[in-house]
């Protein structure tokens, strides 16, 4: 009844700019206004007319004709695409501020890392070093390869460097001995057993993976979260969006009281009603920001990324120590029958690789995530928020009371409620007409890409890097893998010759043929045994 009898008001007040002279009303102001937003003033009456014809603004005297509204139209939307753009822009701007610091800052890390290992190993391991630093250069290799977003399975990439590694440095301390590939290959399948390396590679490889992962996915959302916000941004306004917004901002020039700004509650629903979509990001967003600020836990402590990234060095040159310390007793397992030789010897003699631990950088990374913390809370309540942001900074009054202000139809109180946010909650909006079974396909997409960030997240909190799930079953230890038997060189090899030189991988790509060959190769026992067992049941 309050709002039958405001609208009752509105359509009753005074014929033009709320003046209750019968003489007709100047169009001097709005010719002004019209022609500053570079529209012809041919066609543009000189005072009021009757307003018939037109279809979004309300129809009492006017000084607007067809052609001026929809003018005024189209630039209502522009403007206001523009404003929904530029706060886009802005928390982009932001979100890419952010990934800049962190991704700058992690891969000084690991070039940091590398060349405390380049400036330490060759004056103590020396030919050890210098013939095989193509094996460390590629772990680094990988690592950023990996970081930067290749489909890359970290756990596989640091076996396979241990693989390598331990092949390079047994024939290094054997060169006495003339070993073949298949021997290396054996002898590096060998090390989940034997353990050459000591502790170091199951350690290591626990701490670099759930790092990486972590650092990666980080990343990730920070880019995915700014990608969301371009491509959400970009969405133009619906028709009757449009409308909403042309009868809010310029049906008040044309009515002659260009001074009355929009009612705050007016406003409200207007935006809600135009950002609808918009704001059915809301739980997908926030979800997101909480699985980000989880990760960014996760860079501070034993376990920051400045202790994994600098530590590499030192790690690996613990490792390189126990296997030296213990080549004969790995010879012996492994049936060389002899001793190193005098080239390792003479490595031996200059003692253990020392590392100096590079200096960390806490405070700068303790920042990072402190900025980057704050910047994610703050985001949760964007898209919920930008029509309040936008009525507040750009259009409405703040007086919520103000009995002076732009209703839509006249210069008085707006009385309809505010609606809720998201698209069910406009059904009844009165100020745009939304089809709520019809959802915006652009941003329904967007709303799946945050979650599946938000599940890479989350898995990466847990240590799991949910692109290579699938595989984590095949990697295992700290070497490379097991041989089928306990002498590999006695064992038959299932596997067809080949004549391309030997890849020294940690799991050849042929296991997995083999495998398949075993179970291939039982398939006609099988069928011959259950038609023997339907051959049975048959003749009973």
Not at 62 to 86: A, F, K, P, W
Not at 257 to 266: E, F, G, H, I, L
Not at 280 to 294: C, H, I, S, V, Y
């Amino acid at each position: 009844l309050g709002f039958a009898l405001g609208l009752l008001c509105a359509l009753t007040v005074p014929g033009f700019g709320d003046t209750g002279s019968g003489k007709a009303q100047s169009c001097s102001d709005i010719r002004q206004f019209y022609n500053g937003n570079g529209f012809s003033l041919k066609g543009v009456p000189q005072s009021e007319i009757s307003g018939e014809h037109l279809r979004i603004c309300p129809q009492g005297y006017t000084c607007c004709t067809s052609v001026m509204e929809d003018s005024l139209s189209n630039l209502s939307r522009t403007e206001m695409q523009g404003l929904i753009r530029d706060a886009g822009r802005a928390l982009q701007a932001s979100l890419n501020g952010q990934y800049k610091a962190f991704d700058d800052y992690l891969l000084e890390l690991l070039n940091r890392s590398e060349v405390v290992l380049q400036e330490s190993y060759p004056p103590a391991l020396g030919f050890l070093y210098t013939q095989n630093t193509r094996v460390f250069t590629e772990l680094y290799t990988e690592l950023r390869r990996y970081y930067r977003g290749s489909n890359i399975n970290i756990e596989e990439a640091l076996n396979e460097f241990w693989a390598r590694l331990l092949e390079r440095l047994f024939k290094g301390a054997n060169g006495q001995y003339l070993i073949g590939d298949d021997y290396l290959e054996c002898v590096s399948k060998q090390s989940e057993t034997l353990r050459p390396f000591g502790d170091t590679p199951r350690d290591l490889k626990l701490k670099v993976t759930r790092t990486f992962v972590a650092a990666r996915s980080f990343v990730q959302g920070l880019v995915i979260s700014g990608e969301v916000v371009r491509k959400v941004s970009q969405v133009p306004l619906s028709p009757e969006c449009v409308r909403a917004i042309m009868k809010m901002t310029y049906c008040r020039h044309c009515r002659g009281v260009p001074s009355a700004r929009p009612c705050a509650n007016y406003c409200a629903n207007v935006l809600k009603g135009c950002l609808a979509n918009h704001a059915d990001l809301d739980t997908e967003w926030r979800n997101l920001a909480d699985a980000m600020l989880q990760v960014a836990n996760r860079f501070e402590g034993a376990s920051s990324v400045n202790v994994v990234f600098l530590s590499l060095p030192k790690r690996i040159s613990e490792a390189i120590t126990t296997m030296m310390d213990n080549i004969d007793t790995f010879n012996t397992k492994v049936s060389t029958g002899g001793t190193s030789n005098n080239g390792l010897e003479e490595v031996k003699k200059r003692g253990k690789v020392t590392v100096q631990d590079s200096p960390t950088s806490g405070a700068r990374l303790e920042k990072l995530v402190s900025d980057v913390s704050r910047r994610l809370r703050d985001m949760q309540s964007y898209w919920v928020s930008l029509p309040s942001t936008l009525c507040s900074d750009r259009v409405a009054t703040r007086a919520q009371g103000d009995d002076k202000c732009w209703n839509g139809m006249a210069r008085a109180r707006y009385l309809p409620e505010v609606m809720g946010d998201g698209l069910a909650s406009q059904i009844n909006n009165p100020e745009v007409e939304i089809d709520i079974t019809k959802p915006d396909m652009t941003i329904r997409q967007q709303i799946m890409q945050l979650k599946i960030m938000t599940n890479r997240l989350r898995n990466a909190f847990n240590g799991n890097d949910v692109d290579f799930q699938d595989t984590s079953d095949d990697v295992s230890g700290s070497g490379s893998g097991m041989c089928a038997d306990d002498n590999c060189a006695r064992g038959p090899r299932l596997m067809a010759p080949n004549t391309d030189r030997p890849k020294l991988y940690a799991y050849p790509p042929e296991n997995k043929k083999v495998v398949k060959a075993s179970a291939n190769h039982n398939l006609p026992f099988i069928a011959l045994y259950l038609l023997s067992l339907v051959t049975l049941l048959l003749r009973r």
